[in-house]
């Protein structure tokens, strides 16, 4: 198999012009005293998003910022700051019976309405949320103008503050959901996202990591998983990958992800001749960005964890198929994105679903070598002080 000429993307990421002119607002000057934000989406999105949240702060002190967003993002959200409180929902009823759909919406709206939004800005952008916003009806409605789809005949747009699809001139997906605060006529002030682990969960962390013998700074995080096994780059090139830069570096290597992502964290295990500490499954998002922040280096395919290592400042080498890494390389941390030569030359027709991104197996035809030599780049333009072992003292 021969080795694919790539394209790949540096995250030195443009900031805004500061040229271009701030909007007029588009209606009357009033107390903002609580906002809805609907992202109804996954990790990586609520990572950008809290760039947009955290502007809005600076703006508005002592606002009450509300997300709608799935359960499981819930204690991410409150315990970092990024929301004061949170309404979720179930994904999995909302694509249930026509019976279980209308119960969780139900629900969902009621507990919506009673925290009486001064404002809400529709992130989704979806027909699901274009409704909840019209029966929320907050006095500022905030949503995209075009919208990401067509409307259809039968359905109107509820924002009556309508934005660009992105922001500030740019095309990264940061600046769609940053896009809001140039129509509101607002600064911005925080370009890029940055979340802070919690002290109890630094601290939980360390003692994981002493466990394992693993040092600050002397590992690597990877993660093997995705949404769609089409976005998951083979678990047998993760371990070629893991085995060349442990014998090189004598860096360690921790898998993380979800409860769902088990089997390819298996074959890596299995596929690796070097010690490898398999974390996936067992640690909540919380955890998760404590560890993140402790690594030297996070590898892994285009996905949440991906974005939250970036924000924890971690150097990131992103594996992405379809996507762009233009819309979609992570910010806040220096970063190589790695993304076969397109268009792509299809490996896996029986199961790609093109041109939806997020069902294509694109990702499949990056090789080893040229992920092991944006391991090495990365690592030789972010040289960083490791943590001593810790000094063991005997006693008698």
């Known amino acids: 198999m021969t080795v694919l000429n790539l394209d790949i993307v540096s995250a030195q990421f443009p900031k805004p012009d500061p040229r271009c002119p701030k909007q007029m607002l588009q209606f009357s000057p009033a107390p903002v005293r609580s906002i809805l934000i609907l992202q109804t989406k996954y990790m990586g999105d609520i990572v950008l998003a809290s760039t ?18 799935e359960a499981h993002f819930a204690s991410f959200l409150t315990a970092h700051g990024i929301a004061s409180d949170v309404v979720t929902f179930s994904r999995a009823r909302l694509r249930g019976s026509p019976l279980q759909r209308g119960r969780e919406f139900y629900s969902m709206v009621r507990r919506l309405r009673q925290h009486r939004f001064d404002m809400t800005i529709d992130l989704s952008d979806s027909k699901t949320s274009r409704v909840v916003v019209r029966l929320v009806n907050a006095r500022t409605r905030v949503g995209y103008h075009p919208t990401d789809r067509p409307l259809r005949w039968y359905e109107r747009n509820p924002a009556n503050i309508r934005v660009t699809r992105f922001g500030y001139g740019e095309r990264h997906y940061l600046y769609r959901y940053l896009s809001p605060l140039e129509a509101l006529g ?51 090139r993760f371990a070629a990958v893991i085995d060349e ?24 295990v299995a596929g690796t001749a070097s010690a490898v500490v398999n ?5 909540s998002l919380e955890t998760l960005l404590a560890l993140l922040e402790e690594a030297r280096l996070f590898l892994g395919n285009e996905s949440g964890p991906m974005h939250m290592a970036a924000a924890a400042g971690t150097p990131v080498v992103g594996l992405f198929g379809q996507t762009r890494p233009t819309r979609w390389a992570p910010v806040g941390a220096p970063s190589i994105c790695l993304q076969p030569s397109m268009p792509c030359e299809c490996v896996a027709r029986d199961l790609c679903r093109w041109p939806d991104p997020s069902k294509s197996c694109c990702v499949w035809r990056l090789e080893v070598e040229p992920v092991i030599e944006a391991v090495r780049e990365i690592l030789a333009q972010t040289e960083v002080a490791v943590q001593p072992p810790p000094v063991v003292r005997a006693t008698r």
């Open 52 to 69: 947009l949240a955290k502007n809005l702060q600076l703006e508005y002190p002592g606002v009450r910022i509300v997300f709608l967003c």
């Open 186 to 236: 607002i600064d911005l002030r925080i370009r890029t996202p940055s979340i802070k682990p919690l002290p109890l969960e630094t601290a939980r962390v360390q003692d994981l990591l002493n466990r394992h013998g693993l040092r600050r700074n002397a590992f690597v995080a990877v993660h093997a998983g995705a949404s769609f096994r089409g976005r998951q780059w083979q678990p047998e």
């Open 245 to 268: 830069i442990s014998r090189e570096t004598g860096l360690d290597f921790v898998l993380v992800g979800g409860p769902g992502e088990r089997k390819p964290a298996e074959r890596i």
């Open 279 to 283: 974390l996936v499954g067992v640690l």
